[in-house]
């Protein structure tokens, strides 16, 4: 019996003549939010289908828990939101969740559920006059039916508004907290940054990253950026410390990660002449251009 709550090895799938998933290896533990990065066409929804049982493989296995995809064990176990979700427009938010919950055999707080997701006021209404993010909702919703193992989540945030992004997150975490794995296929990468714990990158099919951002920041060697702001003349700070004015009065240094310690005693032994610094290591868009680099090199 394996403690992980999706494993994939070595999955290839082919469109044709073309690969479409090469060699993929993937595993998400129980309570893990996992981040899967990639272009348009780098093979994250066929991934996403395959682990739903929606499409075969052509070699390797998937796995949710013990159970092979669109079994109906793997179906009662694993959640999913698509990207463009859509529902019956006639039916009502509480309809429609009470129809699932029923397919599901899950006895829930309808009322409950709704206004977890902020649609405690909508739920009497049929679904055709919801806006696209109150959709989204209602799908986040139905993903939080029951007490899934699984939970995939493909570009989440699609039409909410900046609140309501935040209290997507927020009910994530609260799967996560209860053990549910969670994969979430985005390309906003300044949400995932924060609200993940591992990264993985497909890159036409090919899996070029997989570890914690900060593993893939040492990995990566991308340099550390330090904007010094300057007391009075930054030209004379920018010849001490080998650096380049980036405006009238700002220094910007790069190092390695290895060369940070030694740049920021350099830096306080100007004294009075720095009035300010910052210090921004690389972000998650640097890693994943970086990653995506390497790999088409």
Same mark, same amino acid.
């Given at each position: /019996?394996?403690?992980?709550?999706?494993?994939?090895?070595?999955?290839?799938?082919?469109?044709?003549?073309?690969?479409?998933?090469?060699?993929?290896? !993937?595993?998400?533990?129980?309570?893990?939010?996992? @981040?899967?990065?990639?272009?348009?066409?780098?093979?994250?929804?066929?991934?996403?289908?395959?682990?739903?049982?929606?499409?075969?493989?052509?070699?390797?296995?998937?796995?949710?828990?013990?159970?092979?995809?669109?079994?109906?064990?793997?179906?009662?176990?694993?959640?999913? %939101?698509?990207?463009?979700?859509?529902?019956?427009?006639?039916?009502?938010?509480?309809?429609?969740?009470? +129809?699932?919950?029923?397919?599901?055999?899950?006895?829930?707080?309808?009322?409950?559920?709704?206004?977890?997701?902020?649609?405690? $006021?909508? +739920?009497?209404? *049929?679904?055709?006059?919801?806006?696209?993010?109150?959709?989204?909702?209602?799908?986040?919703?139905?993903?939080?039916?029951?007490?899934?193992?699984? @939970?995939?989540?493909?570009?989440?945030?699609?039409?909410?508004?900046?609140?309501?992004?935040? $209290? +997507?997150?927020?009910?994530?975490?609260?799967?996560?907290?209860?053990?549910?794995?969670?994969?979430?296929?985005?390309?906003?990468?300044?949400?995932?940054?924060? *609200?993940?714990?591992?990264?993985?990158? %497909?890159?036409?099919?090919?899996?070029?990253?997989?570890?914690? #951002?900060?593993? !893939?920041?040492? #990995?990566?060697?991308?340099?550390?950026?330090?904007?010094?702001?300057?007391?009075?003349?930054?030209?004379? %700070?920018? @010849?001490?410390?080998?650096?380049?004015?980036?405006?009238?009065?700002?220094?910007?240094? +790069?190092?390695?990660?290895?060369?940070? /310690?030694?740049?920021?005693? *350099?830096?306080?032994? /100007?004294?009075?002449?720095?009035?300010?610094?910052?210090? @921004?290591?690389?972000?998650?868009?640097?890693?994943? *251009?970086?990653?995506?680099?390497?790999?088409?090199?």
């Amino acid at each position: /019996m394996t403690d992980k709550a999706l494993t994939i090895q070595q999955v290839c799938k082919d469109r044709g003549k073309t690969r479409v998933l090469s060699d993929v290896d !993937l595993t998400l533990a129980p309570g893990e939010r996992v @981040a899967l990065l990639g272009h348009n066409g780098a093979g994250k929804s066929t991934l996403i289908k395959s682990i739903l049982g929606l499409i075969p493989v052509d070699g390797g296995t998937i796995r949710v828990g013990d159970s092979a995809p669109g079994s109906a064990v793997a179906r009662r176990d694993t959640a999913y %939101l698509p990207e463009a979700v859509s529902f019956h427009p006639a039916l009502t938010g509480r309809e429609q969740l009470t +129809l699932f919950a029923r397919l599901s055999g899950e006895k829930a707080d309808i009322p409950g559920l709704l206004d977890r997701v902020g649609l405690s $006021d909508a +739920l009497d209404r *049929r679904i055709g006059t919801y806006s696209k993010g109150m959709r989204q909702r209602l799908g986040l919703a139905q993903v939080l039916l029951g007490s899934p193992k699984v @939970a995939l989540l493909d570009e989440p945030t699609s039409g909410l508004d900046p609140i309501s992004r935040q $209290d +997507l997150y927020a009910i994530i975490d609260e799967l996560a907290g209860q053990g549910t794995a969670v994969l979430i296929a985005s390309h906003a990468l300044t949400e995932v940054e924060a *609200r993940t714990d591992r990264i993985a990158i %497909l890159r036409k099919g090919v899996k070029v990253a997989d570890d914690t #951002l900060a593993n !893939l920041s040492e #990995l990566a060697g991308l340099p550390i950026k330090l904007r010094v702001r300057a007391t009075e003349n930054a030209d004379v %700070l920018a @010849a001490k410390l080998g650096g380049r004015r980036v405006n009238g009065a700002s220094v910007e240094i +790069l190092c390695s990660p290895a060369e940070k /310690m030694e740049a920021l005693r *350099r830096i306080a032994a /100007m004294g009075e002449a720095v009035a300010d610094l910052e210090m @921004a290591p690389p972000k998650l868009e640097d890693l994943y *251009r970086h990653y995506a680099r390497e790999a088409a090199q």
